[in-house]
């Protein structure tokens, strides 16, 4: 107690030291817990997602074009898919820009295209209605819509009737089939709604494995795990190495990597981005 008495007595004695110090330990505890606070979000919380270390996100690598880090193309998932023995299951994202148009008020949106499998692979179900399921992601059939929690409220009123409701995108009628769970996080920023990912017999085929425009994430085997791979080099499919064994029109070789699944904070718990926080790691493993 006589400590802390002449504490108080030197504090007045000299204010203007006793307010630079204040302000310097405020500045400094303020700049730490703003640090950890990020630190937190980007590296150390867990996605709300089962078994998170399980999930990828998976890139075309040009190694000699000095592209570490390429979108990938529909026929490029399909073989992944369907051929790499360390995936248990896969969904292709995309983005896309639909007009919203409701009571008058027309509103651009940010939509994500994703492939039926996307919530098996997250494991994860909408909060209200249903998944996309295959019937869903047909061509000239796919008009439906999965709305986030945000968009849902904000234009919506959060009416549990929407659901079944058609409402209008970019000049379309679009049937809404659920609504995402609050924390459900998405791989990219301000997402308002979900849309099917159909593809045409042209998108399959092999004229289209250029066309790399999409994301790749997928949930690996239970015996994999993202950490538990080293990097290394290999085709990204040995159907295509046999197809094009002199690289043909791509800039070979090609490779698959694998990145751990981290969403970057964004302002919103539902609308967050890709960040790369590993080393690459080859998917392509027996």
């Keep these: 107690m006589q400590d802390l008495r002449f504490a108080i007595r030197s504090f007045r004695r000299q204010p203007i030291f006793t307010l630079v110090a204040l302000l310097t330990l405020g500045i400094g505890i303020g700049g730490n817990t703003a640090i950890f606070s990020l630190f937190y979000q980007v590296l ?20 000699r074009m000095g592209l570490p880090q390429a979108a990938v193309s529909i026929p490029d998932y399909l073989d992944r898919l369907t ?9 292709l994202v995309t ?20 492939t039926p499998s996307f919530f098996t692979t997250f494991h994860r179900e909408p909060e209200r209605g249903r998944a996309f399921g295959e ?10 819509a999965i709305l986030t929690a945000s968009l849902w409220r904000s234009r919506f009123g959060a009416d549990p009737a929407v659901i079944g409701r058609e409402i209008r995108l970019s000049g379309e ?4 089939v ?6 459900f996080e998405l ?16 998108q399959r085929s092999d004229a289209m494995r250029g066309n790399e425009s999409s994301q790749m994430i997928a949930r690996l ?7 538990e791979f080293r990097p290394r080099w290999r085709p990204s499919s040995p159907a295509i190495s046999n197809a094009f064994p002199n690289g043909g029109p791509f800039p070979r070789p090609l490779a698959s990597v694998a990145m751990p699944c981290r969403f970057a904070s964004s302002s919103s718990a539902t609308s967050r981005s890709p960040s790369i926080c590993c080393k690459p790691a080859c998917c392509w493993c027996s």
């Design 178 to 183: 659920g609504i995402l769970p609050a924390d």
């Design 187 to 202: 791989p990219a920023r301000d997402i308002a709604l979900l849309v099917p990912y159909s593809f045409t017999p042209v």
């Design 173 to 176: 009628p679009y049937q809404v």
């Design 44 to 63: 150390l919380r867990p996605l709300p997602y089962p078994d998170t270390d399980r999930l990828v996100f998976i890139w075309n690598t040009y190694p």
């Design 221 to 227: 085997n239970r015996t994999r795990r993202s950490r």
């Design 135 to 144: 019937a869903d992601a047909q061509p000239d059939a796919d008009k439906f």
């Design 95 to 114: 983005m896309r820009s639909l007009n919203l148009a409701s009571e008058g008020r027309p509103e651009q949106l940010r939509a994500l295209a994703v």
């Design 83 to 91: 051929q790499a023995p360390s995936i248990e299951d896969a969904t």
